[in-house]
């Protein structure tokens, strides 16, 4: 394959609202990104992905945009956004844009307009159908509970909205819609920018009448077409946010001779916690035997013909550590076990805020402390439907996407260095452990490992290409595995679970192996009987 800047690239995802307020009023905003911008850089970091900037109502924090072209009033202004293109231009950072066009706010004019009538030019730029029975025309349920079609009154039609009703649909049959799109991402890419990651894009070829959400027929034909009338004549990175992708849907996207995008976001092992064809709120136990098959079939099916995403967390998801790592007496451990884990695999790796200081899940006592609408409404749908209300907040405590959005943990300050205000969502009360001003201070910090396995990547040819091999597929304990690339062989052993545990690693070698990095320190090199102490993981090279 074709090599590629962002094969070697690290991204760093920012969630605007929660990273840094420079103006008090307990926002984040754009400046509050630019202070931090040499922090990131001394991190490594190459790529920003910047979560909507955009103007919003905030009904999904950001995810309904009422103006692409504009920037949310709490954020700043397009001043601001130029000066932060320009500063981590400066700093060698490029800037990722999120791509939110499956939808648009209730309240961007193309909606206000499409409302007004049923021949106003605008109408058709949505998803209109007509009641059957008197009731919805059919049976598609919103990610957000609930039905996913909403009533309008005044026309007496249904518009589709497979989030929140504030999110209704674009409809990509309309060829104008298209244009519209590939226009709005000129402007961007004309600004300077390093690329898109693509909002649920595995929604845009949807077929609402015969129940179809992800993976239409016309997808990759809508796909092409973006590419080609966009960022293809440009060399940048492009990342799709694809729930349904599977290997072979993957390379659909991604095999360079199909003109369509650098890479998706598979979310096969984020799922393993979740009752087989129930939702993400139905919680079932882990098996790291399932994550080891999930991330190797990855690793080895895109092999020549695509490229991974390696990421962990999102604005999305509950914290690692929080989930198949020990946020209390290994929290320092098993975060930089999992971060090795992830880091010695091939694809590009992406770091969501916090990650690389260990930040933890969240538990409030109330629902009213929750600020996220897919938590809200479950909540609400699910107590009318008679579940028990500690039932409940145990699915959130696991899964709610606050967990990922309190404010990112400065220092020991009040609100965590934060904001000098009230901050818009409470912050998490173990800041006084957990920030980035202690974490600069300790060199064995969570921070440092993740600086050092970065450097590795930026230093090891065989951590970005070499061939990926796992090893014993059925120990329940212990993810272990290789990479070797012309004749240079690593090796990465993580121990999951806070025992004592011995790895055999049963392949002659050599010479004794060099350890490139240790979450413990006096690592054993012994490697045919390697006696593992809790979350140990090491990176050796034979
Ligand atoms: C996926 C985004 O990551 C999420 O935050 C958002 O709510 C939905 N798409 C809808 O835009």
Known sequence: MERKWWHSSVVYQIYPRSFKDSNGDGIGDIQGIIEKLDYLKDLGIDVIWLSPVYKSPNDDNGYDISDYYDIMDEFGTMEDMDILLSESKKRGIKILMDLVVNHTSDEHKWFIEAKKSKDNEYRDYYIWRKPVNGKEPNELISTFSGSAWEYDEASGEYYLHLFSKKQPDLNWENEKVR?????????????????FRMDVIDLVGKVPDEMI???????????????????????LLTVGETWGATPEVAKLYSNPNRNELSMVFQFEHISLDKIPGKNKWDLKPLDLRDLKRVFSKWQTELEGEGWNSLFWNNHDLPRI????????????????????????????????????????NIKFDTIEEYNDIEIRNMYKDRIARGFKHEEIMESIYAKGRDNARTPMQWSEEENAGFTTGKPWLTINENYKDINVERALKDKNSIFYHYKKLIELRKENEVIIYGDYTLIDPDDKDIYAYTRELNGDKILVVCNFYSENIEFNYKDIVNKEPNILLSNYSNSSTNINKLKLRPYEAIMFRL
């Open 321 to 360: 550590v929080s989930r198949w790592g020990n946020d209390k007496e290994y929290r320092v451990e098993s975060a930089k076990m999992l971060a090795t884990l992830l880091h010695g695999l091939k694809g590009t790796p992406y770091i969501y805020q916090g990650e690389e200081i260990g930040m933890t």
């Open 213 to 235: 959400k992800e993976n239409g027929p016309m997808l990759h034909n809508y796909l092409q077409e973006m590419n080609k009338n966009s960022f293809g004549k440009h060399d």
């Open 179 to 195: 244009e519209e799109v590939w226009k709005m991402m000129n402007f961007w890419i004309d600004k300077g920018i390093g690329g």
